[in-house]
């Protein structure tokens, strides 16, 4: 299984950027998706999370609720993370992460991922 994100960059408070990730290996649609964040001397935490199938359940840490986006297109087998009025405590790296097993969601635990994405950075300045 690969997960390869992409999408990060340098953008200024209250800008946007779209975070993608593509999966393979692993029939996508049955598995729920998620995005996390690790910021430097931090702990990597939850951001959002969508469930399998048509993504119909979202879910987000209350720190981004309003602001970001999960989506999934299962035909790309891509999930996205659109970040709109970006703050600098939004900085950080991001990952893009699977489910363990199909059907069963993500939890705001990094230990209910079972296959993590190389992460991409994001900075915002202010």
């Known amino acids: 299984v690969q997960l390869q994100a992409s999408g990060g960059g340098l953008v200024q408070a209250g800008g946007s950027l779209r975070l993608s990730c593509a999966a393979s290996g692993r029939t996508f649609s049955s598995f729920a998706m998620g995005w996390f964040r690790q910021a430097p001397g931090k702990e990597r935490e939850f951001v959002a999370g969508?469930?399998?199938?048509?993504?119909?359940?979202?879910y987000y840490a209350d720190s981004v609720k309003g602001r970001f986006t999960i989506s999934r297109v299962n035909a790309e087998n891509t999930v996205y993370l659109q970040m709109n009025s970006l703050k600098p405590e939004d900085t950080g790296v991001y990952y893009c992460?699977?489910?363990?097993?199909?059907?069963?969601?993500?939890?705001?635990?990094?230990?209910?991922?079972?296959?993590w994405g190389k992460g991409t950075q994001v900075t915002v300045s202010s």
């Open positions: 992460a699977s489910a363990y097993r199909q059907f069963e969601p993500i939890s705001r635990s990094p230990s209910s991922v079972r296959y």
């Open positions: 969508i469930s399998w199938s048509d993504g119909g359940n979202t």
